[in-house]
């Protein structure tokens, strides 16, 4: 494959990746205020959606994993997501909001199958497919994700301006946006070179014994207890924040402008570090770069708890745009040192992605009712203070940066010696 091609393939696979999360932002980053403003949901209804979507979401990424590790580099589960991204502004006007108002159950339900198909399965799908794509062309994967985090800025610095004068704009531009991906996906071409001549895909595909094995590593739980202890605190806290965020202005329309600019500025500073970090994390080590970003969201969260000013909010907030790139860099690459590569996808999307989620539907509720009874402030203390704890036991737990091959040929001369 020539270097025009090269080229090619890493500038429409960019594109891609840009286009995506300018089409999940457009709606997703505005979803809780969506659901309190629009829906006038309460605290506790909005934790059980999330907590619906968690579910979904759980049950839904191993199997995305699976069929990713089974049909290596094709792009037939993408297609699908990007069909379904399209599908957004038809879905929440004319299915989701309708059911939301009129039978809240089955509306909770049938939103949450969705977004966990084109959103919180989808996403994850993508991500996993970049990686694989950088490591087959010998790219940081930083490098090619960070263009997603400039698609959510860019639709973040639009997305908050719209919602007031409609919520449907914001859905009309993803699905607009979606179907632009999936031309975008459907030229893109992996080269013959990379795909028969390289140390990425597995010769033997994933089987349901890979999976079973898998359960029973010690690295596997070790990296779990890790997920579940900070990026659970990482990612709830998230869920309601725009909610806490705008309570620090005059207005609700003001605080929704205001957050859809720091929203802007939070991609920003995830672009820029997606950039930068791959260097400092093989540096350190993948080990070392989750355990930094576990000391970052158990600080951001204490302060956000702290703090009663909206200008120390407001630079507290975009530090989650260096914990994002911190925490998938380095996710992506403990993964790839750790884990056999016949179920690198495998274990993103159920290690790492599913037990994401589980957090939804465990803690989502919790700080729902947290919210509502203690308030925002104390229940971001105690989040922090958890994220610190089990950043600390991580510390001690998690696997060295030794690499499956290199363990693999160290047991093999002791073998033969």
Not at 1 to 21: G, H, P, V
Not at 31 to 45: E, N, V
Not at 210 to 225: E, N, R, Y
Not at 316 to 337: D, H, T
Request: with cysteine.
């Amino acid at each position: 494959m020539n270097a025009d091609s090269i080229r090619s393939a890493r500038i429409k696979m960019s594109l891609f990746i840009f286009l995506y999360f300018f089409t999940w932002s457009s709606s997703f980053s505005l979803y809780a205020i969506w659901l309190g403003q629009t829906m006038g949901l309460d605290s506790m209804t909005i934790g059980g959606i999330f907590a619906a979507n968690g579910v979904c979401a759980v049950l839904l990424k191993p199997v995305y994993g699976y069929i990713m590790d089974r049909i290596g580099m094709s792009k037939r589960l993408l297609y699908f997501v990007c069909i379904t991204s399209a599908l957004m502004m038809p879905f929440f006007e004319w299915v989701y909001r309708p059911l939301l108002l009129s039978h809240l159950t089955i509306g909770i339900l049938v939103g949450a199958v969705y977004l966990a198909l084109g959103w919180y399965a989808g996403v994850s799908c993508s991500e996993s497919y970049t990686d694989r794509f950088s490591r087959l062309y010998g790219l940081e994967f930083g490098r090619i994700r960070m263009w997603g985090s400039l698609g959510w800025a860019t639709a973040a610095a639009l997305s908050g301006l719209l919602f007031n004068i409609t919520p449907v704009a914001n859905f009309s531009v993803s699905s607009v946006t979606a179907i632009v991906m999936l031309f975008i996906l459907l030229s893109l071409k992996i080269g013959d070179e990379q795909l028969h001549r390289n140390s990425v895909i597995a010769d033997d595909k994933i089987s349901m014994t890979d999976l079973l094995v898998l359960f029973k590593t010690k690295q596997f739980w070790t990296f779990a207890l890790f997920v579940a202890g900070v990026t659970w605190m990482m990612f709830v806290a998230e869920q309601q924040f725009p909610r806490y965020f705008v309570t620090f202005f005059a207005t609700k329309e003001q605080g929704n402008a205001w957050y859809g600019y720091l929203g802007t500025l939070q991609s920003g500073v995830e672009f820029l570090m997606m950039m930068c970090l791959p260097t400092l994390v093989n540096r350190i080590g993948c080990k070392n770069g989750l355990v930094l970003c576990g000391c970052i969201v158990g600080v951001r969260l204490i302060a956000s708890g702290l703090t009663d000013d909206p200008i120390i909010i407001s630079i507290i907030k975009p530090f989650y745009g260096v914990e994002m790139a911190i925490l998938l860099i380095s996710v992506f690459k403990y993964i790839s040192i750790n884990f056999d590569k016949k179920v690198n996808s495998t274990m993103f999307l159920l290690g790492y992605q599913a037990v994401v989620y589980l957090g939804s539907i465990f803690v989502a509720p919790v700080t729902g009712y947290a919210y509502g009874t203690i308030g925002f402030e104390k229940t971001y203390l105690i989040m922090g203070l958890c994220a610190l704890f089990f950043t600390a036991v991580s510390y001690f737990t998690l696997s060295s940066n030794r690499s499956v091959d290199e363990k693999n040929l160290r047991h093999a001369v002791a073998v033969k010696n």
